[in-house]
């Protein structure tokens, strides 16, 4: 069977949850203008699943109406009791790189204990690019959970300010070879002679792909 706007129409608008999300999951396949105007009703869906799919799929549908889509994703954001809803949330606004919602994802990040949103709110933050997010970086770093350090780390990384090579630079000792090839990563993207020694000290990594990495941001510095 063809997928056709009709045929996602009707599946999006159906009284089965597992058929939204079907209808939702093809909208890829058809216009985004119309798959826009197909996805803006499931935000408010009574199913959590589907509200999910939905707000991961603004992602890149928001496009179509960024203005609209800041609104509709704020409203996720605030009033969705899902934390995955909140994050999905978050991580459409990092991909859509919409700056206006930097307020809003501190705000979210500091009410919440949820390390999946908080994580979220870094990547988002990573992708926005805004210098403003140092503050809130730092203290990422610093997060009990992992992920979230290193999610930081590279965020930091991304934003590329001088200013986070200390709060970076401690993590080279980490005992796992992800963090200090995340380490390494960031600390490339920053550049400048002050991540020098540091780069050199993780070339002699015991981790062959740190050990690379590192080498291959000195021979780029």
Known sequence: MSITPESVKQL?????????????????????????????????????????TATSKMASLGRQDLPLSLDLLRLRLYNDPEMDVK?????????????????????????????IVQMSVVAALSELGEPRALELLEEAVGHPTEIV???????????GDPKAIPWIEPFVNHPEPQ???????????IG?????????????DSDAQVAERAKYCLDNL
């Open 12 to 52: 999006v608008e159906s009284e089965d949850y597992g058929d939204r999300l079907r209808g939702l999951n093809q909208l890829d396949r058809i216009d985004p203008a119309v798959a826009f105007e197909y996805v803006k009703p499931a935000l408010n869906d009574e199913n959590p699943r589907v509200r999910y």
């Open 87 to 115: 994050a999905a949330a978050a991580d459409s606004l990092g991909a859509l790189q919409l700056k206006e919602a930097y307020d809003d994802l501190v705000k979210l990040y500091r009410s919440t204990d949820d390390w």
């Open 149 to 159: 350090q290193t999610t930081a780390i590279s965020a930091l990384g991304e934003i």
């Open 179 to 189: 963090t200090r090839l995340r380490v390494a990563q960031a600390l490339g993207h």
């Open 192 to 204: 400048g002679d002050a991540v020098r020694p540091t780069l050199e000290k993780l070339a002699k």
